[in-house]
């Protein structure tokens, strides 16, 4: 399934990707998509729905992220190889993790607002896992019993206050409001048939930047699950997201960063497509 919420910020409501593409409205089932609806009896209860009897919802529409009540974001830094060398930084040995403010939350396509001194704003896209069920200690084996599903995340980062005055970790530049774009859709675990092949895009005022695959990741989606639960409780709504493959602005020569008026546009296979433009805060 691929759950959405959509409408003006603050007001979205519940729906459904059907087959045929179109948007059908949820809210006649459930008041909203939060970490309660990604629980077995929650998934099983959606499935048992023929979509396409839901009221019919006319696009284009706003989508907002598409899971309300994300108690955590965990990110994974340099998680794949060629993105760890373009940054000059070392292969990792272990996973790197930070977090992203629950504030730097935005929907897929709202602005990025980048702050009034920032002159080094830059773009990653990422697979975001969301997880489904409690998740503490967990064996590598037992790690996708606790995968609710996926999304398209774009981890925006300012690379100044991240790098230059981060004081040595990354949390500063990379939780700004608006930095965490997600959707636009929520995609059911088993809608994905192997998600460590899946393509990643992302181009910048139409020329392309970035060209992955979760192939290539260092640390894969089964891993991070039971890495992380060894030392945060991973509790359902909580997302993940799992780093980005090369061809960021700071590793170009020389390095571009985005600008007041850029657009960017990102997409995953399978998990859909942002699109975003860059502001300057006023």
Known sequence: MKLVRYGERGEEKPGIIAEDGSLRDLSGALADITPDTLSIEGIDRLRQLDATTLPEVKQPVRFGVPLNGISKIIAVGLNYSDHAKEAGMPIPVEPILFTKAITSLNGPDDDVIIPKASTKVDWEVELGIVIGKRAKSVSEAQAMEHVAGYCLVNDVSERELQLERGGGQWDKGKGLDTFCPVGPWLVT??????????????????????????????????????????????????????????GVGMGMKPAVFLQHGDMMELGIEGLGVQRQKVVRAA
């Open 189 to 246: 675990a088993d809608e994905v048939a192997d998600v460590q092949a899946l393509d990643l895009w992302l181009d910048v005022n139409g020329v392309r930047r970035q060209t992955g695959n979760t192939a290539t990741m260092i640390f894969g989606v089964k891993y991070l699950v039971h890495y992380i639960s060894q030392y945060v409780t991973l509790m359902p709504g909580d997302l993940i997201i799992t780093g980005t493959p090369p």
